[in-house]
């Protein structure tokens, strides 16, 4: 059963450029293992040494956050759409 997983810019050093990717997985866990599978420099990038997800990587499930559903059990079906949603930090924080 396929989904499509959309890869934010900041991975995709670590997916060959890739954007889009297709895998089988019935799971939001097993989309991580197929993707750190399939693009070794992206394990660590997603969940910590202990494999829980990195507190600042959110993952959605068609637009459902996963955290509030059931996080790394979370079911994905034939069609659904995983996004890997990274916060970035930055900016200036001088005074004006």
Known sequence: MAVEVRIPTVFRKFTDGQSLVELDAGTVGRVIEEL??????L???IRTGEGQLHRFVNIYVNDEDSRYLEKLE????EGDTVSLL???????DSPR
């Open 36 to 41: 750190e599978s399939r693009y070794p420099e």
């Open 43 to 45: 394990k660590g990038q």
């Open 86 to 92: 990274p916060s970035v930090a930055g900016g200036d």
């Open 74 to 77: 979370t079911k994905v079906s």
